[in-house]
Every structure is written in C-alpha cells, then in structure tokens.
C-alpha cells in the first residue's frame, strides 16, 4: 500500500536544475542587453558589455539544450561524460556573468 520511490541522487536531478537555471539565465542577458542598449544609446557612448551579454547568453543557449538532450535520453543509456560537460559549461558560462557584470559596471561608472 505504501509504496515508496527511490531517492533520486544528485546525478540525475543535476540536469533539470541547469536546464532550468540556464534558460532563466538566457532571459536575463537579453533583459539586461535591452538595458544596456537604452542606456549606451542615451548617454551615445558604445561599449562591448552587451557583445559580451549576447555571447554569454549563446553559452547559457548551449547548455540549456544539451540539458534537455541529456533529460530525453535519460531513459535509454544515461551520458555521464555529456552530463559532466553539461555541469562545466553551466559554471563557465556563470563565472562569465560575474565577469560581464564587474565588466559593466566599472565601463559604466569610469568613463
């Protein structure tokens, strides 16, 4: 009557947390490219923080799709080297956020 699942381990729950944390990530570049252009175009100064947003936004992309790959063929041979590229890419493409971010805001506030 009681039937209980089997823990999930961290291994197999790891993609659907980047799946879903890239794809939020790929929105907030794009909101935060949208405000960076308003702001270069009202103060008519160009910088390469939105270019940097745009490519970070490509890596956030590509791994958001890998995870999904990764989620679909789950049931027929798990990947786990995919699985490992999968987890590197998102960390790469979040210590790139950090660095976009320090990026700006130091373009922004010397000039």
Same mark, same amino acid.
């Given at each position: ?6 823990? #999930?381990?961290? !291994? ?15 929105? #907030? ?9 308003? #702001?270069?175009?009202? @103060? ?27 989620? @679909? $063929? @789950?049931?027929?041979? @798990? !990947?786990?080297?995919?699985?490992? #590229? ?10 790139? $956020? ?6 700006? $805001?130091? $373009?922004?506030?010397?000039?």
């Amino acid at each position: 009557m009681n039937e209980s699942k089997p823990p #999930v381990s961290l !291994n197999e729950d790891i993609c659907v947390h980047i799946f879903t944390a890239s794809a939020a990530m790929v929105g #907030v570049c794009i909101t935060v490219i949208g405000i960076f252009q308003v #702001v270069s175009t009202l @103060r008519s100064e160009d910088s390469l923080g939105d270019d940097f947003l745009a490519i970070n936004a490509i890596l956030y992309l590509i791994t958001t799709l890998l995870s999904y790959w990764a989620l @679909r $063929t @789950r049931q027929l041979n @798990r !990947n786990h080297l995919l699985e490992k #590229v999968i987890d590197g890419l998102f960390l790469i493409a979040l210590t790139c $956020t950090t660095g976009i971010a320090g990026f700006i $805001t130091w $373009t922004i506030t010397l000039k």
